[in-house]
């Protein structure tokens, strides 16, 4: 069975530019989610949502973080403009449900200079 | 903000030796994970307790919870360099399993061989 995939790896960008991290899920995962983990600190839960609706997005800086889901599946998390405090991982886990086991991607380290 | 404190922050042993780390949690929860994360790599989830269990055990394993203490330890069991890693324990609080897991900052074991 396939994991959680997420693109790109890695990623330098300069403040005010805009990113977008993208994740595939693993198949038949209704919910999925997407952290922030900054060095040397626990995952940091931005937005989760089911199928493709938002459950939760209540730490999600939204004036310039924003994420998407439209189809169910797959699902993009947007930076714009970005800070030098986005520096960070950003994890993506996928569950069956909400009560499963949630499993990680890889994660997408992002450097802003 | 995160919910957990994880002690110690960073803990290094000897191969065959028994590794304990231990987190404590500020709220009521349903249930208690932990996970762990290599170098560069994503998370992966290790047990999950729930909060009516006291006790759980996976392999080399073996998790406790106190809710009277809102406190869990994990203790690894011959312990090998491949354990080498950072751990985390999250809680899953709230009302119902909702999935919005709150992650410690983490201890970082080193396993010398």
């Known amino acids: 069975e396939a994991g959680v995939a997420q693109s790109p790896r890695y990623k330098i960008i300069e403040k005010r530019q805009s990113v977008a991290f993208w994740c595939n899920p693993i198949s038949g995962h209704a919910t999925l989610y997407w952290y922030q983990q900054i060095l040397g600190q626990g995952p940091k839960l931005l937005i989760q949502f089911q199928n493709n609706g938002v459950v939760d997005d209540s730490q999600l800086p939204k004036d310039r973080f924003s994420a998407e889901r439209l189809k169910g599946v797959d699902s993009t998390l947007k930076i714009q403009p970005a800070k030098l405090e986005d520096s960070a991982v950003y994890l993506c886990?996928?569950?069956?449900?909400?009560?499963?086991?949630?499993?990680f991607g890889p994660g997408t380290r992002l450097t802003v200079l | 903000s995160q919910q957990g404190e994880e002690d110690p922050q960073a803990l290094s042993i000897q191969e065959g030796e028994n590794a304990t780390m231990n987190c404590s949690y500020k709220t009521s929860i349903n249930n208690l994970q932990w996970y762990r994360q290599n170098s560069g790599r994503g998370l992966v989830h290790l047990i999950l307790?729930?909060?009516?269990?006291r006790e759980k055990h996976s392999g080399r394993l073996r998790v406790t919870l106190d809710t009277s203490k809102k406190s869990s330890s994990l203790l690894i069991t011959a312990s090998r360099a491949a354990d080498t890693a950072s751990y985390f324990c999250?809680?899953?609080?709230?009302?119902?399993?909702?999935?919005?897991?709150?992650f410690g900052q983490g201890t970082t074991l080193q396993v010398k061989p």
């Open positions: 999250a809680t899953d609080e709230g009302s119902g399993n909702t999935g919005k897991l709150i």
């Open positions: 307790i729930r909060s009516n269990e």
């Open positions: 886990a996928s569950s069956l449900t909400r009560s499963d086991t949630q499993y």
